[in-house]
């Protein structure tokens, strides 16, 4: 009689990322209590990288399942990942991050044990040492737009999760009808999901768990990226831009990573606005960030004199 399996490990590749035999190798160096499965989904279209992936699968000790399909798209290899996996767990990574706890799989599996109302579970990015500039900025718009989604701080429940760094049930998955949408080809993909099980109250938490992300991305790229996410919240819902996070204003970070944040929010916004066929209120989205930027400086600095006079009171000395 075959041992149940622990976990399903899914991941969607297009074979072109330097960081996939790094993420096998520390996949091989989990350790759990019970065996697991990896399923190496590629949607590349291409026999070439299917036979390397198969080279490069072949290096490592693991339970591994290599499947082609002839479509692309990220959730498209998601949802036949669901329906191909053995076990009732799934975690869906992506293929440019590697794990650098051996005992995440195990974690993972132990807060859905503890916790059978959960229906996911996520955590975040953490950087390599030698992380460059622009891995940097997108490591802070990912993180910021991550725990904006926290719900409740109390229990950290969220209304979403990162589609790169989650576990989930595959019964809830299966008994609620939820997939990831396959039509949707912008960035944020797994946002649709996220969306539907909060509409049908499913729990999602948001726990201290990390893995390391190493996207590599260019100035062309990270522009691309951010203005195809923003076009998948425009598909996603009819949010008007009042969410803008001000990141010009960000503490702590120096004036021109700041003003390179602030572009890229822009980058983000426009793309929204063009998918809406609204591509000229990015310039009220402009002015209303100017004087909201303005009004929040003045907040900040009626604030810090105002802490100044309190602490002079406090002391005793002459205002």
Same mark, same amino acid.
């Given at each position: ?8 490990? *899914? ?29 190496? *989904? ?107 989604? !926290? ?65 590599? !991305? ?86 810090? *004199? ?14």
């Amino acid at each position: 009689m075959n041992t149940p399996l622990s976990i399903s490990v *899914i991941v969607p590749t297009l074979g072109k990322s330097s960081v996939l035999h790094a993420l096998l190798k520390s996949l091989s160096e989990q350790k759990t209590e019970a065996p697991f499965e990896v399923l190496l *989904i590629d949607n590349s279209q291409d026999p070439e990288v299917a036979k390397n992936l198969k080279s490069v699968c072949s290096v490592f000790s693991l339970n591994l399942k290599q499947i082609v399909i002839e479509s692309k798209g990220v959730n498209e290899a998601r949802n036949v990942g669901i329906k191909e996996s053995q076990s009732n767990l799934l975690l869906f990574i992506d293929d440019d991050s590697w794990l650098n706890d051996r005992y995440l799989l195990q974690k993972h599996i132990q807060l859905h044990l503890k916790n059978e109302n959960y229906f996911a579970i996520g955590g975040n990015y953490v950087l390599e040492k030698d992380a460059g500039f622009l891995d940097q900025c997108y490591q802070d718009i990912q993180m910021r737009w991550l725990y904006q989604g !926290v719900v409740n701080l109390e229990s950290n429940q969220s209304k979403y999760l990162i589609g790169g760094h989650f576990s989930a049930k595959k019964e809830l998955l299966t008994r609620f009808s939820l997939q990831f949408d396959p039509v949707i080809k912008y960035g944020g993909s797994e946002l649709s999901l996220f969306n539907q099980a909060f509409k049908q109250n499913l729990f999602m938490r948001l726990e201290n768990l990390s893995l390391v992300h190493v996207p590599h !991305v260019s100035l062309k790229g990270l522009i691309k990226k951010l203005y195809k996410q923003g076009q998948g919240k425009a598909y996603l819902n009819d949010d008007d831009g009042s969410s803008s996070q001000h990141s010009a204003l960000v503490e702590g970070v120096s004036l021109a990573k700041r003003s390179f944040l602030y572009f890229l929010n822009l980058v983000f916004w426009f793309g929204f606005y063009q998918q809406k066929n609204k591509g000229l209120l990015i310039i009220r989205h402009i002015f209303k960030d100017f004087f909201g930027n303005i009004q929040l400086k003045r907040f900040q600095t009626l604030k810090k *004199i105002e802490d100044q006079l309190e602490q002079k009171k406090n002391r005793g000395d002459r205002l």
